[in-house]
């Protein structure tokens, strides 16, 4: 999730561009630039890091001109290197861009026969070269932009500024949000109102399929047609704390509605319907090798460990493998029976976690190939395994994991798509239908973000019980174990998670009116063994939270509340519920009057054991 920033206008155009930076530093950064153009020179500054290397860059070597464009980097293609920041260069135009560029391989591969030099190892190049080689046929910035979105697949907020039209800069988004704004000084560009605040109240919220064009007086719209687009600009009565959570109050709820999205930042570009298959370019891991893993092992800590839980289902089910999950603490200090051919996957949203990491290398030690589902680029644990499937889930900034979680079985559907697809176990036809099945869960995962009114009013009816049993069945059951940590460590209400199977060899003890009981309930085939459970719980005048499939209504004869998720396959359930399970946690901690994003005696990323 990088950030973007531009002005063209009066003022001196750096300090505009480093003060707007700052404020985008929240959306998580691994390398910054800015570039300015000033007479006839179009100067780029970037480096790594902090912030305040790029402001000592431009103290030592300072920029003047009044119209610029600058950057901060979330690695998602090529690791953070001065190289891969932006701006990129393409001959008299620079361009920054947030996004992923889908089609960039093919797109660099046409570039380079027309004799284009790549530098970095971004997909960002891609379109820098795109856009010139549009402009040497003679086009303008702006129709240059027009062309080259055509060709392009993915997502981009991007701006463009060239010296053959000094003072103007071109917008344009696809997917990647992009805000413009004008005052006396000049025009503004950004990823998101906070560094516009600043200077103007007043702005325009670009859409997808829109460009934006900027000049030091004036700002205009149009489609990817041409035509013009009148847009009237919003007024923003936000303070910079609420602009940066885009408007919710806490970092934890805008990252739980950003999933649908997440899911597809983490699919997209990653498969292909022509040939039913999964396309993870990172994986760096050969078909034969993934042939011959005998074994899958997954180890990870915490949410990302019931996430691996999610996993073994998925493997065993989906392409018949044996899967063993490990807590990473557990794995590292025991004798795991790992063997060379085995696939060992390491799962972490930081990839900085102390005992993840442990039992990387040891697996590692013991001949395993290691494979990483990561969302930060260029992290320890990226960097050390053989090969990586990054979940672009952006920052996670709320200490609970919510997003990553998500991004990290979407990264193992994938990866058990491929894995089928490799050992011949699906064919092209049900390679296919499983991505359509993907496809559908954003739709499915918004669907269920609509059903926010309810789980508050269900949240408000609970908030104030000690305690809570979480209860699932198959893939759904470490669902259960997530609901219940997400609960204990926002609310600090102790929450168990259990095998609804396992309740009567010892949980049931502890049922009754005072202990509200969670209950995933899909409509599959263990749906029956499941209302048993239930039947034994309600005996004992426990309230009953279902979570059911949409249309189940024999289920209202057991439970007290029911949240209705969308129909989807058994195996996809588990991101429905964990989203419906995150928002119940999230509003039963607000209404104890608790710090969301920041639970007592807890670390976003734990790098000691
Ligand atoms: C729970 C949570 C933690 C992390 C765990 C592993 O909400 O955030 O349980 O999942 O500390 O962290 P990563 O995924 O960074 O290895």
Same mark, same amino acid.
């Given at each position: 999730? /990088? ?32 570039? $300015? ?9 970037? &480096? ?20 610029? $464009? ?60 795109? =856009? ?43 997917? /990647? ?64 704390? *609420? ?21 597809? !930042? ?15 370019? !990172? ?30 289902? =998925? ?34 949203? &930081? ?20 494979? *990483? ?19 672009? /889930? ?5 200490? *609970? ?53 309810? $789980? ?6 609970? /908030? ?43 949980? $049931? ?38 979570? *059911? ?31 419906? =399970? ?22 976003? &990323?734990?790098?000691?054991?």
């Amino acid at each position: 999730m /990088c950030g973007i920033i531009g002005y063209s206008g009066v003022q001196n155009a750096t300090s505009i561009l480093i003060e707007g930076l700052k404020r985008l530093e929240y959306r998580g950064y691994d390398s910054a630039g800015i570039a $300015i153009l000033h007479g006839e020179e179009l100067a780029v500054r970037r &480096s790594v890091g902090k912030l305040e290397n790029l402001e000592n860059l431009v103290r030592k070597e300072p920029l003047g001109g009044t119209v610029g $464009i600058g950057h901060t980097r979330w690695a998602t293609h090529g690791r953070p290197s001065e190289q891969n920041a932006h701006p990129h260069r393409s001959g008299d135009l620079v361009l920054v861009h947030n996004g992923i560029i889908e089609n960039y391989l093919l797109l660099k591969h046409r570039l380079e026969t027309e004799g284009y030099r790549f530098d970095s190892e971004t997909d960002t190049e891609v379109m820098a070269h795109l =856009l010139a080689s549009y402009m040497k046929g003679g086009q303008s910035v702006y129709d240059a932009v027009r062309s080259a979105v055509g060709d392009l697949q993915g997502s981009y907020a991007v701006a463009v500024l060239c010296m053959s039209e000094p003072k103007v800069i071109v917008t344009a988004r696809s997917g /990647c949000p992009l805000v413009i704004g004008k005052n006396g000084e000049g025009t503004y560009l950004a990823s998101d109102v906070t560094p516009l605040l600043v200077h103007t109240r007043e702005v325009v919220f670009l859409e997808d399929g829109e460009i934006g064009v900027l000049t030091p007086s004036s700002i205009s719209v149009t489609g990817m047609d041409g035509r013009t687009i009148n847009r009237v600009p919003v007024q923003i009565d936000w303070d910079a704390d *609420a602009a940066e959570k885009e408007g919710y109050p806490h970092y934890m709820l805008k990252e739980i509605h950003e999933q649908p999205q997440v899911i597809m !930042d983490t699919l997209g570009g990653r498969y292909d319907f022509d040939t039913g298959e999964a396309d993870l370019p !990172d994986l760096a891991i050969s078909p034969e090798d993934l042939i011959r893993a005998r074994r899958i092992w997954i180890v990870a800590c915490g949410t990302s460990w019931h996430a691996g839980l999610v996993g073994k289902y =998925l493997f065993e089910e989906m392409i018949g493998n044996p899967v063993q999950v490990d807590i990473a603490s557990e794995f590292r200090y025991r004798e795991p029976m790992i063997q060379e051919d085995d696939l060992f996957i390491a799962i972490s949203q &930081s990839g900085e976690t102390a005992d993840t990491l442990a039992a990387a290398r040891e697996a590692k030690r013991r001949g395993a190939g290691v494979l *990483a589902i990561v969302n930060v680029v260029g992290s320890s644990l990226a960097r050390e395994a053989d090969g990586v499937i990054y979940t672009r /889930c952006g920052p996670e900034i709320s200490v *609970a994991s919510t997003k990553a979680f998500t991004g990290q079985i979407i990264a193992m559907y994938l990866l058990a798509l491929h894995m089928g697809r490799v050992r011949k176990i699906l064919n092209i036809e049900e390679g296919r239908w499983w991505l359509d099945q993907y496809m559908m869960l954003p739709g499915r995962v918004e669907h269920v973000l609509k059903q926010e009114p309810n $789980i508050l009013a269900s949240a408000k009816q609970y /908030c104030t019980k000690k305690n809570f049993l979480y209860l699932g069945r198959g893939i759904n059951y470490p669902i259960a174990l997530e609901g219940a940590l997400k609960l204990k460590e926002i609310s600090y209400i102790h929450a168990e998670g259990y095998a609804a199977g396992e309740m009567k060899h010892g949980p $049931i003890a502890l049922v009754d009116e005072e202990m509200p009981v969670v209950v995933l309930a899909p409509r599959d085939r263990l749906y029956d063994k499941t209302i048993n459970n239930l039947m034994e719980v309600r005996a004992r005048n426990a309230p009953i939270v279902a979570l *059911a499939s949409e249309g189940d209504h024999d289920i209202h004869r057991v439970a007290e509340v029911v949240f209705p998720i969308p129909d989807v396959h058994p195996l996809l359930t588990p991101i429905l519920f964990t989203v419906a =399970l995150q928002l119940f946690a999230y509003h039963i901690a607000v209404l104890r009057g608790l710090d969301v994003d920041r639970p007592r005696n807890l670390a976003k &990323s734990v790098t000691v054991e």
